[in-house]
């Protein structure tokens, strides 16, 4: 059978948002062993995929009435969040675990993932943003509490942006007068990576867009993940409408 490498729900709803997964899932095609030679414990870990980030996104989108893609193979296959220039596109060694089925993986192995996986799933977004009249993007990632030999992370939420925050400054605002929520801002990550999926298809065309971390212990069940779907979709519309005309 083969191997789907994008996946998209609800293309002709009319919201005005459109939702990402880039790490959606930790599938890995057959040609490739199904595993990239680690052990199901690693398959498992982030360093494969963002857990409980595709049931949010699903069930954002749903709340949006607005569409979503999501990349149906593992970020080591062929990391869908970085650009072409990007060393970490194709991951050797990820937080203390060497990926056998990358070690030896040459330039030509490299393009041909780029074809087969990578491109797709943009070319997938690109025609559903095109489609849009004014797309809001939102990407939709987790991440985990702590990697290996480092400090717990405090936030429950992070909120990345690059040089355009005009939708993730209010989105910050109204997440911090949260009673209960520890809120990043450019964090646990940078906001902006050349030739990242908001670069590509939000920065380079003037679109609202923003991206959204969830701490993925927080969103391990579709009950979470329907909570912070539900927690966030009001948000986002409240922080859309205070971005001035």
């Known amino acids: 059978m083969t191997h789907k490498p994008v996946h998209i729900e609800g293309a002709g709803r009319q919201g005005r948002f459109l939702v990402t997964c880039d790490h959606a ?3 890995v095609p057959a040609d490739l062993g199904g595993s990239l030679g680690l052990p199901a414990e690693d398959m498992a870990r982030h360093i494969a995929w963002d857990p409980g980030a595709l049931g949010v996104a699903r069930a954002l989108a749903a709340a949006l009435d607005s569409p979503v893609v999501w990349a149906g193979f593992s970020r080591l296959v062929i990391d869908p969040n970085r ?3 990007d060393p970490t596109q194709l991951m050797r060694l990820y937080d203390g675990s ?3 089925g990358n070690r030896h993986a040459g330039p030509e192995e490299r393009a041909r993932r780029i074809a087969a996986y990578w491109q797709p799933y943009h070319d997938a977004i690109a025609d559903l ?3 849009q009249p004014d ?6 990632h987790s991440f985990t509490p702590q990697l290996r030999g480092r400090a717990p992370r405090p936030w429950q939420v992070g909120i990345l942006h690059a040089s355009d925050s005009r939708l993730s400054d209010p989105l910050i605002d109204l997440l911090q007068a949260e009673p209960d929520l520890v809120v ?3 964090q646990p990550y940078p906001g902006h990576l050349p030739g990242d999926s908001i670069d590509r298809h939000a920065l380079r065309h003037g679109r609202h867009n923003t991206l959204i971390e969830l701490r993925n212990d927080l969103i391990a069940t579709p009950e979470t993940q329907q909570h912070w779907a539900d927690r966030l979709a009001p948000l986002l519309r409240r922080a859309l409408a205070r971005i001035p005309d």
């Open 135 to 140: 797309p809001v993007i939102v990407a939709l």
């Open 25 to 27: 899932t930790n599938a």
């Open 184 to 186: 990043g801002r450019n």
């Open 83 to 85: 650009g072409g220039r």
């Open 129 to 131: 943003a095109a489609r």
């Open 98 to 100: 060497v990926i056998p």
